[in-house]
Each structure stands twice: as structure tokens, then as C-alpha cells.
């Protein structure tokens, strides 16, 4: 197989594990289920007791409909770009998708969240959630470094070097 073509098959890889795991996601988090309410709850009292309450409640800032609609166009841009062959919407893409799941990373490790979540059974999920979510950041970081030159053009000054 070519590089090009072992390029092409990677980035295609990449890109549905992150639709995937971002679309998947959407019902949860648009029917406001129990899952998604004690993630989102959890998260709503932690900053509460911090002095922004309702920053993850259903109407706030970073509610699970902000989120979940971040994911959408994550999504959507990651699909649209690698099917239209627009390489600079792929990488947005990509580059959306690594700040929205910066933030759910970033929420697991230094809240009490937690790595492992809460199941509406009572059990834990092993940290699956988290793992999916590293997966995500890795998925994604890769995308922006194999479009990584395609994204630097856009850049309206380039930094001379040396």
C-alpha cells in the first residue's frame, strides 16, 4: 500500500472512531437522561460550591446541549471535510473535537467526577467513558498533525524562521 493511500485509510480510520464516539453520545445527552443528568449534576455542584452555580445545568453556559451541539459540528466538520475532500474542514474538525474533549478529560481527572462514572445501575463503568474520551484527544491530535500543513496555511502570517 502507498503512504498515500495508508494515509488516506488512517485519516478515515480517525475520523469515524471520533463520529462514533461523538454522535453516540448525542442521544444521551439531547433526551437528558439519567446517565447524562448525573454527569452534568455532578459537575453543576462541584462548580456551585466553587461560586458559579448552574454553569452545567440545563440551561448554562456549558450544559450538556452546548456540549452535545459541539460535538455535533465537531462531527459534522470532520465528516463533511474528509467526504468533500476539504482538507482545512477536516482539520477544524479535529481541532474542535481536541477542545471540547480537552474539557471532558480535564472534568474526569480534577473533579469529583472522577475517572470511573456513575451507571444509573449503581455500578461503575470501569472508566470506559474516560477511555473513550483519550481516545478522542489521541484521534483527533493525529488528524491535526497529518492535516497539519493544510491548517498552517491558513494562518495569515507565516513565522520566518532562522
Same mark, same amino acid.
Given at each position: 500500500?502507498?503512504?498515500?493511500?495508508?494515509?488516506?485509510?488512517?485519516?478515515?480510520?480517525? +475520523?469515524?472512531?471520533?463520529?462514533?464516539?461523538?454522535?453516540?453520545?448525542?442521544?444521551?445527552?439531547?433526551?437528558?437522561?439519567?446517565?447524562?443528568?448525573?454527569?452534568?449534576? +455532578?459537575?453543576?455542584?462541584?462548580?456551585?460550591?466553587?461560586?458559579?452555580?448552574?454553569?452545567?445545568?440545563?440551561?448554562?453556559?456549558?450544559?450538556?446541549?452546548?456540549?452535545?451541539?459541539?460535538?455535533? @459540528?465537531?462531527?459534522?466538520?470532520?465528516? /463533511?471535510?474528509?467526504?468533500?475532500?476539504?482538507?482545512?474542514?477536516?482539520?477544524?474538525?479535529?481541532?474542535?473535537?481536541?477542545?471540547?474533549?480537552?474539557?471532558?478529560?480535564?472534568?474526569?481527572?480534577? +473533579?469529583?467526577?472522577?475517572?470511573?462514572?456513575?451507571?444509573?445501575?449503581? +455500578?461503575?463503568d470501569g472508566g470506559e467513558l474516560f477511555a473513550l474520551a483519550c481516545g478522542?484527544?489521541?484521534? /483527533?491530535?493525529? @488528524?491535526?498533525?497529518?492535516?497539519?500543513?493544510?491548517?498552517?496555511?491558513?494562518?495569515?502570517?507565516?513565522?520566518?524562521?532562522?
Amino acid at each position: 500500500m502507498s503512504n498515500q493511500r495508508t494515509r488516506t485509510v488512517a485519516l478515515w480510520v480517525l +475520523t469515524l472512531y471520533i463520529a462514533f464516539v461523538f454522535i453516540q453520545s448525542l442521544f444521551f445527552k439531547f433526551t437528558n437522561s439519567p446517565e447524562t443528568q448525573y454527569i452534568f449534576g +455532578t459537575l453543576n455542584a462541584w462548580a456551585g460550591g466553587l461560586g458559579f452555580p448552574g454553569l452545567f445545568a440545563p440551561n448554562g453556559i456549558f450544559s450538556q446541549y452546548v456540549v452535545g451541539s459541539a460535538e455535533l @459540528i465537531a462531527s459534522t466538520a470532520l465528516l /463533511a471535510g474528509a467526504f468533500l475532500k476539504k482538507p482545512w474542514v477536516h482539520g477544524a474538525g479535529a481541532l474542535l473535537s481536541i477542545g471540547v474533549i480537552s474539557g471532558a478529560i480535564f472534568f474526569h481527572l480534577f +473533579t469529583p467526577l472522577g475517572v470511573q462514572v456513575l451507571n444509573t445501575d449503581g +455500578t461503575l463503568d470501569g472508566g470506559e467513558l474516560f477511555a473513550l474520551a483519550c481516545g478522542v484527544w489521541m484521534a /483527533a491530535g493525529a @488528524i491535526v498533525w497529518l492535516r497539519r500543513a493544510d491548517l498552517l496555511a491558513l494562518v495569515p502570517f507565516q513565522i520566518q524562521r532562522g
